[in-house]
């Protein structure tokens, strides 16, 4: 069939949940095994996201093609159990690049070059080539921001133009907003929706369906008023209400009729979905055999979407254990003034990456903790190489061993920049970024977490996000204290047995760094297996202190 696209537009405030409404679309599709792809636009003129700050934009999320892309891409890869590249991923820098390009090449000689049409062609051109390269049946574009944002109106004027262009029923409109309530009047209030389909209106769009976020299934009557002042059919106004968990909101659009609506709206087959991996997710989620509490030591812990791959793969590790994992911040500035004790309360510690020296001592004293207490411990990139740090100290006997990252002029660098960074300047695009290959050590912990046979080859693919490593001149030195490295890059000339991608300490329950981030290509459907291998050291580490506070009772 020719690929259909829906459309998803936001309207009253950004941060509506756009990419949740969108990705749950693409669950319902997925679910009657349709080929799906998804592309966030960015209406911000920053070409990808790798510069932008956690604090104000989320995560970077990191693709199989090193791409450093909006978080929505991740959230997109979760739910629509697919991997996705650089170009899901629109930005305004990219389009404005690619048409001074081609005028500087002389493409459009003897043109005034313009933003309608080049720059809505260089849209359109992107949004079709990335259907078609996917060899999609749907594609699911999501306009980042609002519907009021000056920015977003080449991008809005664009999609206007492919329905004309490729037909009413190859295209569909659905547009996000907030439907607040007051408590005061006890009543939702549509005037901001209304205004926001009024908004929308007026750059020529019509929206076929509408999703109102609100704090619960909001009344028919409201419903109906919507649907009159926007018009749109009152059956093809949709609520995405406040959710215990995220994983319930395909069911719930599907419960409403979000799924009948495409199949009438787009000329679809209709088709009963399979939706049973997010049922029993739900399920477990509520009804757990297990608890664990983590410890979560980073510094982005005011801004918890600056680390939300990590926490879906430890939700996906729970449910993968039917255990509920509870998830504390801990400051890693406060741990460096000597609160390490507060960390013997949880059955799991876990340091995720980042960059730059704040924080790094408290960091440093998590892993020591963990190392010396026998608590579960994962280190996730820069927790990797704090693990590193903390062991050259403390076992090795390398007095003043750090990162040149944190002390440039330490006398033991056993963690140092990439011989390919020396040159790096620039700061966009230039890590070790995408997937590579992890080879891993028959006989360790990490080669049974990943379920690996012996007569398997031990290499899994794994994607990554850095330009500091574990020195290769202190690996033998490290090894011989005992520090296990159970995975290398394989094939690395003159770096020894090849660059670091996972430690691990023998005679621990658990203690795994991981130079990777794996948490990018956790799924619900197939959970990361060092998050899964974590969190059932963890329920373990629970179950062993319940039983010893049992004893003491008697």
């Known amino acids: 069939m020719d690929t259909k696209y829906i459309f998803v537009t936001g309207g009253v405030v950004s941060s509506l949940g756009k990419g949740i409404a969108s990705s749950s679309i693409g669950a319902l599709l997925r679910g009657r095994s349709y080929l799906v792809t998804a592309i966030k636009i960015d209406p911000y003129i920053n070409v990808d996201a790798g510069t932008m700050r956690p604090y104000e934009h989320g995560e970077v999320f990191v693709t199989d093609d090193g791409a450093e892309t909006d978080l929505d891409i991740g959230t997109y890869e979760r739910f629509l159990n697919i991997d996705l590249g650089r170009r899901n991923n629109l930005t305004t820098g990219q389009v404005y690049q690619a048409v001074i390009e081609k005028e500087r090449r002389g493409d459009y000689l003897s043109q005034t070059v313009q933003v309608i049409p080049h ?32 920015e ?60 109102l976020r609100s704090q619960s299934p909001i009344p028919e009557e409201t419903r109906r008023k919507i649907a009159l002042f926007t018009n749109v059919a009152a059956e093809d106004v949709f609520t995405s209400y406040d959710a215990e968990h995220v994983y319930a909101v395909p069911e719930m659009l599907e419960q409403q009729g979000m799924g009948r609506f495409i199949e009438r709206r787009l000329n679809l087959e209709r088709v009963t979905p399979e939706l049973r991996v997010w049922q029993q997710a739900v399920q477990i989620l509520r009804n757990p055999d297990h608890r664990v509490s983590i410890a979560i030591v980073g510094k982005y812990i005011a801004m918890p979407d600056a680390y939300l791959s990590l926490l879906e793969a430890l939700k996906h590790a729970g449910i993968a254990n039917r255990a509920r994992v509870d998830i504390e911040w801990v400051n890693a500035e406060d741990l460096s003034k000597g609160r390490l004790e507060e960390l013997a309360a949880f059955n799991g510690i876990l340091v995720p990456g980042g960059f730059g020296v704040r924080g790094i001592e408290g960091k440093v004293g998590a892993a020591q903790f963990a190392r010396e207490n026998g608590i579960p411990y994962l280190g996730i990139c820069l927790g990797l190489q704090v693990a590193v740090i903390e062991f050259a100290r403390h076992v090795a006997g390398l007095d003043g061993a750090n990162s040149s990252e944190f002390d440039p002029y330490t006398p033991h660098p056993v963690i140092d920049l990439m011989p390919e960074q020396l040159e790096v300047s620039a700061m966009g695009g230039t890590m070790r970024l995408g997937s590579w290959p992890m080879e891993i050590f028959p006989g360790t912990e990490l080669s049974t977490i990943y379920d690996l046979d012996p007569g398997q080859q031990h290499i899994v693919q794994e994607r990554h996000r850095h330009r500091y490593e574990v020195n290769p001149l202190y690996v033998e030195t490290l090894k011989k204290n005992g520090l296990v490295i159970s995975g290398v890059t394989p094939g690395m000339e003159g770096r020894g047995e090849g660059l670091v991608e996972a430690i691990e300490l023998p005679k621990h329950p658990f203690f795994i760094g991981l130079q990777s981030h794996p948490e990018f290509k956790s799924r619900l459907m197939r959970p990361s297996p060092p998050f899964k291998g974590f969190i059932e050291a963890a329920v373990t580490a629970s179950e062993r202190l319940a039983g010893k506070s049992a004893e003491a009772r008697a």
């Open 152 to 211: 977003s109106l080449p991008f809005l004027e664009a999609i206007r133009q492919m329905r004309f262009e490729i037909g009413y029923q190859n295209t569909l409109y659905l547009h996000v907003t907030l439907l607040p309530y007051l408590g005061t009047s006890g009543e939702y209030k549509s005037k901001p929706t209304q205004h926001s389909v009024a908004t929308l209106r007026g750059v020529g769009i019509q929206p076929d369906g509408l999703i």
């Open 119 to 150: 720059v809505t062609d260089e849209i359109k051109n992107r949004i079709l080539e990335v259907g078609r390269d996917a060899h999609a049946e749907l594609v699911i574009v999501e306009v980042g921001g609002t519907v009021g944002d000056i």
